[in-house]
């Protein structure tokens, strides 16, 4: 601790703390006061209770004081009087009992106040140097309860991830943690606002779209379609399809024909040429789908491989595909398709959320369930969730430490001295009695011994 000097309302300061405990000194008034300085300055009744204890406390020692100073003056009276060699063994005793009971007397009120009002140096210490004390607390809390080495070690002895994991291994904690991660889920989920978070969507799906090509993947997909045989019921699907509105559609499709034939030809020869392509398209679809080697599906087989390859080595192809995809997420319908995948996973969250039953619960709870057991009998695991632990709290202390201490430091620095005073003293007062009491008694005996020696000595 530094160079002490003095200095006027509490103006004691450590040279080496001198600009904060001048902050604290300006700051240290009830109008700027924390919530902490404020309950500090409150005297409750409790305060008041204890105070009446300290004052009976201190009516007991200033009665014993008063009653070493009547033995003094008998046994001095009575040593006058020819009382015999006893009294001088009294009178010593009761006058260094009275030297005890008046230094400790001077020793206790200093703490407080300055003794009968003197302004003798070194005394009303707490009033005086409350920021110093304050500055000197936050400083030894800092140096000695946040350290990393002794959080870490404090840590260590606890086993956070033994206990954790045999509190957490009970389905009934388990399930609590489970309602209690749901509740944040969705208090999360409400606060944030749809419109931000559908902009986020829609822009990072667009973003990641355009940052990467799609038409090498889409060609290795197709080519491993074709390569399996998996486009072949999406075939007979179309073909089936195309056969079914043939048969529905018959007139129409015979109309169709007959409408674009030349004006100059017979009626009767565009129906005749009408009703043969209608019968050739229907007999098409039906020898496509009933005949899985039909040589239609084998061109088509060819031309989905031709157009795979394309996908992935064609230049020209590959640029057509980016403009494309460039077009399509260009449009309004694409982009309110990706924003409104927020809601409908917004919804389906809340709602395996509220539900006790639903997969995502369950799987949450058996997931902590196993966790428990996993850190209830497993060290490696124990180890990483303690050293986890450890380092979240180191870092927390390393990087905050001074704002802690500072917070210490401040409240006290809030505290009104007067009351600061008070509350200590009305808290501790009755205690410090005890020391004037055993002042008188101590002094007494050392006076009694010191005599008896000198006496026995000869003096």
Excluded at 153 to 167: D, E, K, M, N
């Amino acid at each position: 601790m530094g160079h002490r000097t003095g200095g006027d309302n509490g103006g004691v300061r450590v040279t080496g703390d001198r600009e904060r405990v001048e902050r604290m000194e300006r700051k240290g008034t009830q109008d700027g006061a924390t919530p902490a300085a404020r309950t500090m300055n409150v005297f409750s009744a409790a305060d008041e209770e204890r105070q009446r204890g300290v004052r009976r406390m201190k009516l007991t020692a200033a009665g014993l004081l008063v009653f070493v100073a009547v033995v003094y003056a008998l046994a001095e009276w009575a040593s006058h009087r020819g009382a015999g060699p006893w009294a001088g063994y009294v009178a010593a005793a009761a006058e260094a009992g009275m030297v005890g009971a008046l230094a400790d007397w001077f020793a206790v009120t200093a703490l407080f106040r300055h003794p009968l009002g003197l302004p003798i140096p070194h005394t009303a210490i707490i009033p005086t140097k409350k920021d110093q004390l304050g500055v000197s607390l936050g400083e030894f809390v800092g140096e000695n309860f946040l350290s990393g080495e002794v959080v870490r070690q404090r840590l260590r002895a606890v086993g956070i991830g033994s206990r954790l994991g045999t509190w957490l291994a009970q389905p009934e904690h388990a399930e609590r943690v489970t309602a209690e991660l749901a509740t944040a889920l969705r208090g999360a989920l409400t606060v944030l606002r749809d419109s931000d978070v559908q902009a986020v969507v829609g822009e990072a799906i667009t973003r990641r779209a355009n940052a990467q090509e799609i038409a090498p993947g889409m060609g290795k997909m197709l080519e491993k379609v074709v390569a399996d045989g998996g486009h072949r019921r999406a075939v007979d699907l179309v073909v089936g399809r195309a056969h079914d509105w043939l048969v529905l559609h018959s007139d129409s499709v015979m109309d169709a024909v007959q409408g674009g034939a030349p004006g100059w030809t017979p009626r009767f020869v565009d129906k005749r040429i009408g009703e043969r392509v209608y019968k050739e398209l229907l007999r098409f679809c039906v020898e496509m789908r009933d005949m899985p080697s039909h040589p239609a599906r084998g061109a088509l087989d060819r031309f989905l491989r031709d157009f795979a390859a394309d996908l992935q080595s064609d230049t020209e192809t590959r640029a057509k595909v980016e403009r494309l995809k460039g077009e399509v997420l260009g449009r309004g319908e694409v982009q309110d398709l990706i924003a409104s995948v927020w809601t409908a996973v917004r919804a389906m969250i809340v709602s395996a959320a509220e539900d006790e039953r639903s997969e995502l619960r369950l799987r949450v709870r058996a997931a902590l369930l196993s966790l428990g057991s996993r850190m209830a009998t497993e060290q490696k695991v124990q180890g990483k969730v303690d050293g986890w632990v450890e380092s979240a709290a180191v870092h927390v202390v390393s990087t905050y430490r001074k704002e802690i201490t500072l917070l210490i430091t401040d409240t006290v620095a809030g505290w009104d001295a007067e009351h600061t005073t008070r509350k200590i003293e009305a808290n501790i007062g009755r205690d410090l009695q005890f020391i004037r009491i055993n002042g008188t008694v101590v002094g007494s005996l050392a006076g009694l011994l010191i005599y008896t020696v000198a006496r026995a000595l000869g003096a």
